[in-house]
């Protein structure tokens, strides 16, 4: 069993953490040593990740507003008021305590966002964090401010930082393990409680419809797919284009792309390539080369990719980098259809009209759909975990009951369960001879009631939707020829038989 570990068991078991108050001055300390380094923390992650400014600066205030409603979320009042509901004869449903230690291995995107994210939610469910930092040059600035200020600011037991995959027995068995990233679990501990990125989506789509803002369009995508070297999970990795405004949309995005490559370069005096994109070039490259794919444009290190053939890899690949995967659809149909051809998405984007992005979002599997935008926030930070769904705080990757488990406690009897007990009180003080299938029916007769329609008056045929629209539209299109043919002949027709009995 690991020595180094040794005070977080120690705080786990002694139950300091589970103090509200405690866990206040914990996220109090930790939010004034960021904000007293905040030049220093801006800094390295531009040095580590070669991000902009601005990109930079975007990461660090997002990190110090999940702080903030970390904080916010802690409700004194309320905590004392559930602790000793019992106490006073009341119930308390939502009652919960910490998991003990949430052990934590990081992605690299992000990489100062994705680890005090966390730790940030795991000291305000009231645990002790193990935070694993496996270091190969690319994090080196950050990890190493990262361990001084968050050692500084918290309290001694609180965090530890460890270089190699601890065991079950190391963390005891009040733990649970955060993998921000896919592959971090093919070491993982078989007995261990994991929480893990969406599991079975990996990359995200965007659709472009003959009825979208081309220009919006095209400057959203260009923003996703550059932001932060091009490897948000979030940034889309394939673009399905209408055929009948391909080339309109490929002018907008190759001016979209121009302003983004000309805004990095302005902004850092050089333009910084993205990492980890040597596969999706290889890829690409290979594409090219079988014919599947034609090279559009050239994007400062990535491309504008057109991929022409369906059995192309690149229309099933996550992709990394400045890269930009076209594909023409002939239809919204068709495009849902490819782009439900490998499963679940991460995020669906539809540029369309309301109507389109509806029929788009319903019927393509997503794990969030988006019509005409691409939030910048949800580009920063791991992908969200699978056991907790999107909501509207983009920002939040990891809501604290994340790290805390349901402990609900009732002393109050509910309404159903004196009815029954009623029964049984009634039933046991009765007659021996009542037959069974009285008392069957008494308990029916007293909590349950018969099912009645609905107040809500129904439609006789149903509402008329997309699929209905289509119907009408062309039984008006193949109807009305018809019947004014019909109609034409008939008139002729009467007016022939007319002229002719009466002669």
């Known amino acids: 069993m690991s020595q180094t570990l040794r005070p977080i068991r120690e705080a786990v078991i002694d139950g300091r953490t589970k103090n509200i108050i405690w866990r206040q001055i914990q996220l109090e300390n930790l939010q004034r040593t960021l904000i007293d380094n905040a030049d220093t923390i801006q800094a390295a992650i531009r040095q580590d990740s070669a991000y902009t400014t601005t990109e930079a600066a975007i990461e660090y205030c997002l990190t110090l507003k999940c702080l903030n409603e970390n904080y916010e979320s802690l409700d004194v009042e309320q905590a004392l008021k559930d602790e000793y509901a019992v106490a006073r004869g009341e119930n308390a449903e939502d009652f919960r305590d910490p998991v003990g230690i949430v052990y934590i291995v990081p992605t690299t995107h992000n990489f100062f966002y994705s680890i005090v994210s966390a730790v940030g939610a ?29 050692k500084a600011s918290l309290d001694h037991g609180v965090i530890e930082f460890v270089s190699t995959r601890a065991s079950d027995e190391d963390l005891s068995p009040s733990h649970i393990r ?66 009948f405004v391909k080339s309109q949309f490929l002018r907008a995005l190759i001016q979209a792309t121009m302003d983004q490559l000309s805004l990095r370069m302005s902004v850092d005096a050089k333009f910084s390539p993205s990492r980890n994109t040597q596969q999706t070039a290889s890829l690409i490259a290979a594409e090219i080369e079988g014919k599947r794919a034609i090279s559009l444009s050239s994007v400062g290190e990535g491309s ?90 983009l920002h ?43 008392w069957q029916k008494t308990l029916i007769t007293r909590i349950s009631k018969r099912i009645s329609a609905t107040k809500q008056k ?9 699929f209905e629209q289509g119907i009408l539209l062309g039984l008006g ?27």
């Open 122 to 150: 795991a000291i305000t469910a009231g645990n002790c964090v193990v935070v694993e930092l496996q270091i190969t040059g690319g994090q080196k600035a950050v990890s190493e401010i990262l361990q001084n200020l968050l």
């Open 304 to 393: 504008l990719v057109d991929v022409t053939s369906r059995d192309s890899q690149l229309l099933r690949s996550k992709i990394r980098g400045y890269n930009i995967l076209l594909h023409s659809v002939r239809s919204l149909d068709d495009a849902i259809d490819l782009a439900s051809q490998h499963g679940e998405l991460l995020a669906a984007y539809t540029f369309a009209d309301p109507a389109s992005g509806k029929y788009v979002s319903q019927f393509v599997p997503s794990q969030v759909s988006f019509v005409n935008q691409i939030p910048f926030e949800i580009l920063v930070g791991p992908s969200f975990p699978e056991t907790s769904p999107l909501n509207q705080s």
């Open 396 to 438: 939040i990757r990891y809501p604290t009951d994340l790290f805390s488990i349901p402990r609900p406690q009732y002393i109050l009897k509910t309404p159903l369960s004196q009815q029954i007990q009623q029964y049984f009180l009634l039933k046991g003080s009765s007659s021996k001879n009542t037959s069974p299938a009285v």
């Open 477 to 503: 299109m193949t109807g009305v020829p018809i019947l004014v043919c019909v109609g034409t002949l008939a008139y002729y027709g009467l007016g022939f038989a007319w002229r002719h009995f009466r002669h």
């Open 178 to 243: 955060l993998f921000q990233e896919k592959s971090q679990n093919e070491r993982q501990p078989a007995s261990s409680k994991s929480l893990f990125p969406l599991s079975s989506a990996t990359r995200s789509i965007a659709i472009v419809d003959r009825t979208a803002d081309l220009t919006g369009a095209a400057e959203a995508i260009a923003t996703a797919r550059f932001a932060y070297g091009g490897n948000s999970p979030y940034a889309p990795d394939l673009v399905l284009v209408n055929e």
């Open 458 to 466: 129904r439609r006789p045929g149903g509402q008329v939707g997309f």
